[in-house]
């Protein structure tokens, strides 16, 4: 399962985070990525949860997914944003531009990226 080793690297950054912090647990984290990761939410939360149970700084943490709109760089006209609707898999996923109506797009990835990480951090 792909999502396992995804969801360890996730506690391993956030270990670190732990550790420069000096938090005392982690309540909940945030992380997005792109429609055409070959990430299954469900399946990576679910990992996260194997992974953390035994954690005492992870204990009742949350991870959260949220993936962000897809987002096209149009090669004819310099269109960047939105495509005009859903890509073709049978083209590799070029997708129209909304702008002059191409296929000759890039889709722009954006990789698994860890954006917040919610700590308790003692007043010390």
């Given at each position: 399962m792909h999502e396992y080793s995804v969801a360890s690297a996730?506690?391993?950054?956030?270990?670190?985070?732990?550790?420069?912090?000096?938090?005392?647990?982690?309540k909940k984290i945030i992380v997005s990525a792109s429609p055409y990761d070959v990430i299954i939410p469900e399946l990576l939360i679910e990992a996260y949860?194997?992974?953390?149970?035994?954690?005492d700084k992870f204990k009742n943490s949350t991870l959260e997914m949220q993936i962000s709109?897809?987002?096209?760089?149009?090669?004819?006209?310099?269109?960047?944003g939105e495509p005009a609707e859903e890509g073709d898999p049978e083209f590799?996923?070029?997708?129209?531009c909304p702008k002059c109506e191409s296929r000759d797009t890039h889709?722009?990835?954006?990789?698994?990226?860890?954006?917040?990480?919610d700590l308790v951090i003692p007043d010390n």
């Open positions: 996730i506690v391993d950054q956030v270990k670190a985070i732990i550790e420069e912090h000096k938090a005392t647990q982690v949860g194997i992974i953390t149970a035994e954690l709109k897809a987002e096209i760089s149009c090669l004819e006209c310099d269109y960047k590799a996923y070029n997708f129209i889709i722009n990835m954006k990789n698994l990226t860890i954006e917040t990480v």
